[in-house]
């Protein structure tokens, strides 16, 4: 048996907010005690009120969470400072959570100790992993390559970077992971499936490559430095040209196809600051070295088809007919881009699936999972990846 219940609340006051989800969840389960749970959260509550509640209620739950620039749920829609408790009931898949801090500074310590504790809790070897990293201060190379070399290229590793919410006025921002009842920043937290579990994923963005594919020929980190030789800034220029001169800014709205070598697809990343001296483009994420690379471009039709194609790409390959729930990771940079049709992208996951399925997603500040088949996890932007989720043999 699998189960999942997803509740919602958007009350200003924390205390009421985790009356309302605790009663919805209770409402859904009818006395099933729950192994594990997801929450997703706002960053205006006071976090460890909400931890304290949830634990007060399930003192054994394996919980792990983080903040968000948003939520989708199927008991809330779109949100924007909200709560979204999602919680598992199982009697066939085992479920564990673990943590590693100082993911910034020791990235490979932190998934170690991470799966290190949820390993522990496990009767047999995990073959899904779910995974919130601190959006800000962890390099997403480094932690996925770790998972990568703990896990093996068999065990998918999908999730999301914990965010903030974005407002134009904001001049810093923060983002905390939840593992039980602590409040964590700068942490990797985990969620560990192990049994019969059924999963599939959809990974899609709805941006389109443009031009001939050039290689990275210079690149430190997440800085471009150069492309065939020549600097990086040219093909910006070559592309888009006054559009380019007379707004520098908005070099982010073309993100960056880039196509490893031996992999059949690529993955995005968005530009932040370019310098038109140099040439150089500092980038959200590594730009490996080797790599073809292509400009994108989407208009808002195409990156709301996006979140079709990652629907249908999930569904074709679930290993069954009647998953137990669906989760959504989409980006910061497809809810700026959308505007007010952000709202829309759960209602468009909504269509492709059974209407009573529970879903429960968060706007990150990157996306995790796989380019293609069993290859391991890269770090996505503005992309929105689709993970359907029950038991196998459930029909």
Known sequence: MFKAVVSFSDEIDTQDAVEEILEQCAAQLGGTAPNAG???????????????G??????????????????????GGFSEDAI?????????IQIAAGFGTAAG????????????????????????????????????????DSFGELLGDDVPVVGGMS???????KESYATY????????????????????????????????????RMIVTGAQGNVLQSLDGRPAFELYLHYLGDVMKENISGIGSYPLAIYEPGLNRYYLRVA?????????????????????????????????????????????KYPGSD??????????????????????????????????????GFYTFGEIGPVSGHTRARYHNTTFVTLLLGEMGHE
């Open 323 to 360: 998953p137990g729930m669906a989760m959504m990771f989409s980006c910061t940079g497809r809810k700026i881009a959308l505007g007010t049709k952000a709202r829309d992208e759960v209602g468009t996951v909504r269509l492709g699936l059974s209407p009573d399925l529970p879903m429960t």
């Open 54 to 75: 949830i634990r007060a209620r399930y003192p054994g739950l394996a919980l792990i969470g983080c903040t968000t620039d948003g939520e989708m749920s199927s008991a």
């Open 163 to 169: 965010a903030d919410r974005v407002v134009g006025t």
């Open 105 to 144: 500074a020791q990235p490979k310590q932190a998934v170690a100790n991470a799966t290190e504790m949820a390993r522990a809790r496990l009767e047999a070897p995990p073959s899904l992993a779910l995974v919130l990293p601190d959006g800000l201060t962890s390099s997403a190379y480094a932690v996925l």
């Open 177 to 212: 992971q939840f593992y039980g009842d602590r409040v964590l920043s700068d942490a990797v937290t985990a969620l560990f499936f192990a049994g019969p579990v059924a999963y599939s994923l959809g990974v899609e963005s709805g941006w389109k490559p443009i031009g001939k």
């Open 84 to 92: 979204t408790l999602t919680l598992f009931c199982t009697d066939t």
């Open 272 to 316: 932040k600051a370019a310098d038109p001296e140099t040439g150089a483009i500092t980038f959200l994420g590594e730009i490996p070295e080797g790599a073809e690379v292509q400009i994108t471009q989407a208009i808002r039709d195409e990156v709301m088809g996006g979140v079709t194609q990652s629907v249908r790409s999930a569904l074709e």
């Open 38 to 52: 997801l929450l997703f959260c706002g960053t205006d509550y006071d976090h460890q009120a909400v931890l304290d």
